[in-house]
């Protein structure tokens, strides 16, 4: 017999106060937050702003609210109820792979409030899209993880309504604060993240371009800051193609590390061409992850993110899994998503690639990640 779900527990109200990580992967110098303030976070933890979607997370830490894994999907059509809830048993089954001690399901946008669900006498008038969250909230309780926040916002931006789902017997609602002016948006900010402001936006990082590019920050905060230079200087494109006529991998990862560093990375034919040669060698390979974890970290990602995008046909594949591990070092799911589209995109084939789409969709975070590094050096 299985046992009974564990109770609900009693909702985040916008007053109390949650721990909440801020950056995932990232335990030190809480933030803490409520309920509005948890939604105004979305974007900081998935790296964009959501429209239409069921947003869950994951939470645990000595006091249960720490943040743990986010998931994003698209909410699915209102009309098939089977859908929802196979999509909600999915995300359910995915969360659950960080082992969390509870729960918080958000829905952005879906429509009106109260436009599918009217109030009867004397209740409250729900949120819309309630099949969804009551879909999601029962797929985790069956797993035994409590849910102690269900929630909707019309839209994550400032001035926005929000409200609890009744589920707790919960009046809770209100309009949300700015999101980009939080403390957390404020300390991701300054580590270097960048939250774009949509999906669709965070794809172009590793959309597909013609080559002599200057390079187009990721997600890491350049010297300077981001207002720094970021186009080409006098000879920098040259002494980068030079790099790659001199045949020397490590001099030419090095001077191209190097110009990302000045702010002054441009791609060309010869660059490209000479890292995806290079790429195709094992030890080359390997002192590449190791560039995504070493001291010149930031550099290297941008260094991928800009090959990924100049490179031509499974050239880019290579490049664009290298750009996945050094986000999920950072904790960026989102941008190693997009990353490894683009990599099985190119080549569908890619080992690096498929391994690290099972690691992803296992829950692997930066300290899995890291780890997984260290043992294969």
């Given at each position: 017999?299985?046992?009974?779900?564990?109770?609900?527990?009693?909702?985040?109200?916008?007053?109390?106060?949650?721990?909440?990580?801020?950056?995932?992967?990232?335990?030190?110098?809480?933030?803490?937050?409520?309920?509005?303030?948890?939604?105004?976070?979305?974007p900081?933890?998935?790296?964009?702003?959501?429209?239409?979607?069921?947003?869950?997370?994951?939470?645990?830490?000595?006091?249960?609210?720490?943040?743990?894994?986010?998931?994003?999907?698209?909410?699915?059509?209102p009309?098939?109820?089977?859908?929802?809830?196979?999509?909600?048993?999915?995300?359910?089954?995915?969360?659950?792979?960080?082992?969390?001690?509870?729960?918080?399901?958000?829905?952005?946008?879906?429509?009106?409030?109260?436009?599918?669900?009217?109030?009867?006498?004397?209740?409250?008038?729900?949120?819309?899209?309630?099949?969804?969250?009551?879909?999601?909230?029962?797929?985790?309780?069956?797993?035994?993880i409590?849910?102690?926040?269900?929630?909707?916002?019309a839209?994550?931006?400032?001035?926005?309504?929000?409200?609890?789902?009744?589920?707790?017997?919960?009046?809770?609602?209100?309009?949300?604060?700015?999101?980009?002016?939080?403390?957390?948006?404020?300390?991701?900010?300054?580590?270097?993240?960048?939250?774009?402001?949509?999906?669709?936006?965070?794809?172009?990082?590793?959309?597909?371009?013609g080559?002599?590019?200057?390079?187009?920050?990721?997600?890491?905060?350049?010297?300077?800051?981001?207002?720094?230079?970021?186009?080409?200087?006098?000879?920098?494109?040259?002494?980068?193609?030079?790099?790659?006529?001199?045949?020397?991998?490590?001099?030419?990862?090095?001077?191209?590390?190097?110009?990302?560093?000045?702010?002054?990375?441009?791609?060309?034919?010869?660059?490209?061409?000479?890292m995806?040669?290079?790429?195709?060698?094992?030890?080359?390979?390997?002192?590449?992850?190791?560039?995504?974890?070493?001291?010149?970290?930031?550099?290297?990602?941008?260094?991928?993110?800009?090959?990924?995008?100049?490179?031509?046909?499974?050239?880019?594949?290579?490049?664009?899994?290298?750009?996945?591990?050094?986000?999920?070092?950072?904790?960026?799911?989102?941008?190693?998503?997009?990353?490894?589209?683009?990599?099985?995109?190119?080549?569908?084939?890619?080992?690096?690639?498929?391994?690290?789409?099972?690691?992803?969709?296992g829950?692997?975070?930066?300290?899995?990640?890291?780890?997984?590094?260290?043992?294969?050096?």
């Open positions: 017999m299985s046992p009974a779900p564990s109770p609900v527990p009693p909702p985040v109200p916008p007053s109390a106060l949650s721990a909440l990580s801020p950056l995932p992967g990232d335990p030190d110098s809480p933030v803490r937050v409520g309920t509005e303030g948890l939604l105004a976070a979305v900081v933890l998935i790296g964009f702003r959501p429209r239409d979607s069921l947003v869950m997370i994951a939470t645990g830490g000595p006091h249960g609210r720490r943040v743990g894994l986010t998931l994003r999907v698209d909410l699915p059509p009309d098939d109820p089977e859908l929802v809830a196979a999509l909600c048993e999915s995300a359910a089954a995915a969360l659950c792979r960080d082992d969390p001690e509870g729960a918080a399901v958000l829905v952005v946008g879906g429509g009106e409030p109260g436009g599918d669900r009217p109030p009867a006498p004397g209740e409250p008038e729900w949120p819309p899209r309630a099949d969804v969250a009551g879909a999601a909230t029962l797929a985790l309780l069956e797993r035994e409590g849910v102690h926040t269900v929630a909707w916002a839209e994550i931006a400032a001035g926005a309504p929000w409200r609890c789902y009744p589920l707790h017997d919960c009046r809770c609602a209100g309009t949300l604060p700015d999101p980009a002016a939080s403390v957390l948006a404020a300390t991701a900010v300054a580590r270097g993240a960048v939250v774009r402001e949509s999906r669709e936006e965070l794809a172009k990082v590793v959309e597909p371009a080559p002599a590019e200057p390079f187009e920050p990721t997600g890491r905060s350049e010297p300077g800051g981001p207002s720094g230079p970021s186009g080409p200087t006098p000879g920098s494109a040259g002494r980068a193609d030079g790099g790659a006529e001199g045949g020397d991998p490590r001099r030419l990862l090095r001077e191209a590390l190097a110009d990302a560093a000045a702010g002054r990375l441009v791609v060309g034919r010869r660059l490209a061409g000479a995806a040669a290079a790429l195709r060698r094992p030890w080359f390979r390997d002192e590449a992850l190791a560039a995504c974890a070493g001291d010149a970290a930031p550099e290297a990602e941008q260094l991928w993110a800009a090959l990924a995008r100049t490179s031509p046909g499974a050239d880019a594949a290579t490049p664009a899994a290298l750009l996945a591990v050094s986000a999920l070092l950072r904790g960026d799911g989102a941008l190693a998503n997009v990353a490894l589209d683009r990599a099985l995109g190119a080549d569908p084939g890619h080992r690096l690639a498929h391994s690290l789409r099972a690691a992803l969709d829950g692997w975070g930066p300290r899995e990640i890291r780890a997984w590094l260290e043992g294969a050096r």
